[in-house]
């Protein structure tokens, strides 16, 4: 499913909603490109520069993995403004751990978990309250094993 011209006017709007929504600008210069590559793998996705406040916001436009590209707007947006917790975070996951270590791989896995489960989980409220599509995607789940597949073969505990 790529996504039409329409359908990126659309967005675009929605995009600047949110900016404005998130209170990102105009503090920060925000910028959305839309990605052709049909290899690409992600729906959504930021380049950042914090020294000079500004930002890319990347979707995917060949072949996204969701289906309300406004949640992935929002949850991308949410990524932009969480970014300074982010990356004192992530300062001293690097200082207090060796690279590499059980640790520090221990460490930076718990924080990423647990930023983009907050990350989604704002983006959802966010979405819920105040978006215009607010329909949740199902993209991710629909891939996964069901919960009887997961537990196929195991032995019985009896």
Same mark, same amino acid.
């Given at each position: ?7 990126? /006017?659309? $967005?675009? %709007? ?7 929504? &998130?209170?990102?600008? !105009?503090?920060?210069? *925000? ?35 969701? /289906?309300? $590209?406004? %949640? ?7 990524? &932009?403004?969480?970014? !300074?917790?982010?990356? *004192? ?37 966010? $979405?819920? %309250? ?29």
């Amino acid at each position: 499913m790529s996504v039409s011209a329409i359908d990126r /006017e659309r $967005l675009r %709007e929605r995009f600047e909603y949110w900016c404005g929504k &998130l209170r990102l600008t !105009p503090g920060w210069d *925000v910028r959305l490109e839309w990605v052709e590559d049909p290899e690409w793998r992600k729906t959504g996705d930021f380049k950042i520069d914090c020294t000079d406040r500004k930002a890319i916001l990347l979707l995917n436009a060949a072949n996204p993995k969701q /289906e309300n $590209l406004e %949640e992935d707007i929002v949850h991308e947006l949410m990524h &932009l403004k969480m970014y !300074p917790l982010d990356q *004192v975070t992530e300062s001293l996951i690097t200082s207090h751990f060796e690279e590499g270590t059980p640790a520090w791989d221990f460490a930076y896995r718990q924080f990423f978990t647990s930023l983009e489960v907050t990350v989604e989980e704002l983006a959802k409220c966010f $979405l819920l %309250e105040f978006g215009e599509d607010r329909e949740l995607s199902f993209g991710r789940c629909a891939r996964e094993k069901s919960f009887n597949e997961l537990y196929e073969g195991l032995n019985s505990l009896e």
